[in-house]
């Protein structure tokens, strides 16, 4: 059996965001649509003959400890599974951190998924998402990816077809945006109207791209946006430049665009840097299998 595997952690956008109810454990139930994009993290994990977890990255500032979910995604493995053996991981960072992208749950899905071949556990895609929700709410989409309805707080998913593909540009503004303090701020009494997320999953199972561009929303702009305009200032900057559409994902504040053309997506870039909007702006794309 090999000691080492390399695996791609692919981060996600909302091509839909809702918020149904606050839970009173202090979750949220949520209807979302996910996809997953093909800017991703490189994970790889080397099995050491030792019981000891280490984590190791090229991104400054992220923790290497208990903290980082990489390591509790071993530490969980470890423990249920009474791995006597530990596990070395590298986390080659390219998704933003903080940004609504979910990096740190496909970190996280990511050793579970490798954890599982390295030491032949020969668990099932369901039984690795019973446990990865254990460490966030997002981890058992980031295992299975692709484009999904996510429903309860995250773990009930719906595989959809593929959307049309497309060009994507992702533009995380340089602002640290907390995901509790979203929620938490979120008047979801107050709110008059919800992103038509039934609608979104209709236009993608039509396969069409207009039709899912004029749907496209997220009810946590209403927090976020408000709080920091260069969210509306990134949408427009690629609007002008020949967006279908422009919004926020997640909690934020990475504002994504949807484009038909490469070249109008370039020219959004060179906007949105020039006029210092956000530093971290990447071309990308669904992913797809
Ligand atoms: P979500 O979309 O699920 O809210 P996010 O993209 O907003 O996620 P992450 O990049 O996952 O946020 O990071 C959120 C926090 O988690 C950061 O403060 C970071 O320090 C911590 N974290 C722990 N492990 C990781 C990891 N492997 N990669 C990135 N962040 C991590």
Redesign the pocket.
């Known amino acids: 059996m090999e000691d080492k595997i390399t695996l791609a952690a692919h ?2 956008i909302n091509l839909g965001l809702d918020v149904v109810r606050r839970l009173e454990n202090g979750y949220h139930e949520v209807r979302m649509v996910m996809q997953s994009v093909e800017l991703a ?1 490189t994970v790889t994990l080397k099995r050491l003959p030792e019981d000891r977890i280490l984590v190791r ?1 090229d ?1 400054r500032g ?2 290497c400890n208990e ?6 995604a071993a530490g969980l493995m470890k423990e249920i599974y009474s791995l006597g053996d530990g596990v070395e991981i590298f ?1 080659e ?1 390219r ?14 899905a990511a050793v579970l998924k490798g954890m599982n071949i390295l030491f032949g556990l020969g668990l099932s895609l369901e039984e690795l998402q019973r446990e990865g929700v254990k460490l ?3 981890v058992p989409y980031c295992l299975s990816r692709g484009c999904a309805l996510s429903e309860g707080i995250g773990e009930k998913l719906t595989v959809l077809k593929a959307p049309p593909s497309c060009v994507l540009l992702l533009a995380k503004p340089d602002i640290s ?1 907390s ?1 509790k303090y979203v929620y938490e701020n979120l008047k979801l009494k107050e709110l008059e109207h919800h992103p038509d997320i039934d609608g979104i999953v209709r236009s993608i199972e039509a396969g069409s791209l207009e039709g899912l561009c004029g749907k496209l929303e997220n009810v946590l702009e209403s927090v976020t946006g408000r709080e920091y305009p260069v969210i509306g200032e990134i949408e427009r900057e690629m609007e002008e430049a020949g967006a279908l559409r422009a919004i926020m ?3 934020g504040p ?1 504002v994504f665009g949807i484009f038909r053309e490469r070249e109008a997506a370039k020219r959004a870039m060179k906007g949105i840097r020039e006029k210092n909007l956000a530093k971290e702006v990447f071309l990308s794309g669904f992913q797809t299998y």
């Not at 903290?67 to 509790?72: R, S």
């Not at 998704?95 to 996280?108: E, Y």
Request: with cysteine; net charge positive.
């Open positions: 981060g996600k993290d990255t991104r992220l923790p903290k980082n979910l990489a390591f509790k986390l960072k998704i933003p951190i903080a940004a609504g992208m979910a990096g740190g749950s496909a970190d996280c966030g709410a997002d945006v995901t994902s997640g909690s990475t």
